[in-house]
Structures are given as C-alpha cells and as structure tokens.
C-alpha cells in the first residue's frame, strides 16, 4: 500500500544519484528539484505543486535520481512502489495523460539543448565550458549571470588555466551588476582577456592577490576562533566573507564553516535549514559529506533518529573509501544508533 510521509521544510526527500525505487505524488506543501542545466552548467530549481508527482522517470527507468528533492515548506507526501504507481495508472488515464504531456515537454526541451551543444563538432572540457558561458553572458553585458558563472568557476577550478582571467572578470562583473545600462557601454570591449596580467583590476578596485591574502587571512581568523570555542564570533566573521564574496573559494570554504558554527552553537534546525541551502547552492562542494554528517547529527540531537540514519547511510554511498574520516565517522555513527 502507498504510505503517507510528512516532510519538513528544509528536509532532503532524496538526493542526485541515489538509488530511485519510490514514486511520490505531493498532497500539500511545496517541493524544488535542483539540477543542473546539460547546456550551460547552471543550477535549475524546479517547483513541484500539490497534486503533482516526482521522481518517475528515473523509478520507472531503473536509474539514479537526476536530482535533489528538496521540502521547500512543510509537506505531506504519498509515496508509491513502481508496482503500486502502475497499478495506480492503469485505473486513471489521466494520470498516463498527464505523464506524456510532462515527459513530451522535457524531450522537446532536452532535444533543443542537445541539438545546440552539438553544433560544436570539438568537445569542450567542463572548465573550458563554464568558461565561455561566463565570457557569453560578459561580453552580453547579463552581469549577474557572468557574476554567478565566474564564481562558480573559481569555486570547481580555483587554480585552473582560467582562473586569473575568470578572477578579473568576476570582479568587472560585480561593479557592473549594480549599474544603469548606460554605464556599462564600453565593458564588451574588456570582456575575458586572454591572459591579463596577475596585478591587473578593473575599475581601479585594487590588486586580486592581496584580495586574495586578505580573503585567506579572515578565514584562517575565523577557524581560529573556533579552536578557541568562539563559535559566535566564528559564525559572524565566516559570514562576512561569505557576503563580502572578495575570494569564491574562500567563500565557499566559509559557506560550509557557516553550517559547523551552528551546529556548535546547538542551533541544530538552523543547521540542517542551512546545509540544506548549501547542498542546493554548492552540489559538488568539497565538504559536502562532511555538511551530511553535521545534517546527520543535528537530525540525532533533536531525536529524529530515523533521518540521521538516512544521512550516514548516504555519506557511506557517496564515500567508498574505508579509511576516509567523513566515512569512518559515519558508519560509526550509523552503528551507534543502530545499537550494533
């Protein structure tokens, strides 16, 4: 029989490449899928609405999950075996209806995105990838896109063959952003330069390298006040590099150390709110089984033991290495709460 779940806001339902044997149909609440777009590499969020249902294609396909499931409020979902679903289907063709209206949509639009990236004969290495995406959007003068690509960029691909480049550019991007369209006339002119040199700072800003030490130095600040049990003065310094974006991967280091202050600080449904945002903003963050494990732990200390399990259980999966700390930690976690 389909069983009812109930779901907090803020909770993972699953996540991109687990195992997808589960159909859901959403009764009340709201639900995003987080995924990445195959043409330009950026993050989708997709809203599901009560009456809809997710997660078929890759039930019905035998494949992993495509996405993350996110409970964007509180909701209350019906969750179906494959058998169960199809039982289901055959006595209600509108459901069959409405499943060849949504998957026609999805081809049609898949169809398009495959189409435009082979025009391009030569295959493009991800890096180089999300690269010219940024260099698009720049040389277009859609800042806030350039601004999120660059940045992302920095983030996967810190000391990668780009990176000064993207380092420039991400910051014309940021004085850009906020401008009239009349002020920005002459920028496509000054768009991804090939190789600039290392001191060099659009808009008279200031040097990148020493943004970069300052960047380094507030983190390593930041840490230090935790080794001294600041959690507080942690969190806020953390977040002010994180706001202040002067450095991605500093800020992307200080996004996850966000999460650990408050779980120290015992904020334990802050902590899973935020990692949840995090998993969202940063899918392949570094520490991303160590932001599970901390999720984990905050689902234990409020006494929701069945979904600390189902963290552990996921870090095991993504990290095959025994010897790894993050999976170490969690299968002792995981015994411990199974009473092993």
Known sequence: MPKPLQYRAGSVIYFQGDAADKIFILQSGT???AYQDIETGEDVHDTVQPGEFFGVKSALGRYPREENAIALQNAAIMVFTVPEFEVMAQANTRIIVKML???SNQLRRIHHQVSNLMENTEETPPEQGLFNVGEYYLKNRR????????????????????????????ELSESQAGRMPQAVSRSPGRAAPASP???????GKGNPPEQLKDAAKAYYDAVSM?????????????????????DPEYAAKSAYEIG????????FDDCIKYFTGMITKYPRHPDLGSGLYFMGQSYEK?????????FYKKI???INDEEDAIHIKAKRALKALMGE
């Open 260 to 267: 650990r202050c408050l779980f120290l600080l015992n904020k």
């Open 31 to 33: 639900v995003s899928l």
């Open 101 to 103: 209206k949504v998957f």
């Open 197 to 203: 040199p290392p001191a060099a700072s659009p808009g």
């Open 226 to 246: 935790i080794s001294q049990e600041k959690y507080q003065q942690a969190y806020l310094a953390f977040k002010k590099i994180v706001d202040a974006n002067e």
């Open 143 to 170: 800042y806030v896109q350039a601004k999120y690509v660059f940045s992302r960029y920095l983030t996967f691909y810190p000391s990668g063959r780009h990176a000064a480049a993207a380092t420039t550019n991400l």
């Open 316 to 318: 095991l999966t993504m």
């Open 302 to 310: 409020l006494g929701r033991k069945d979904q600390a399990a189902t």
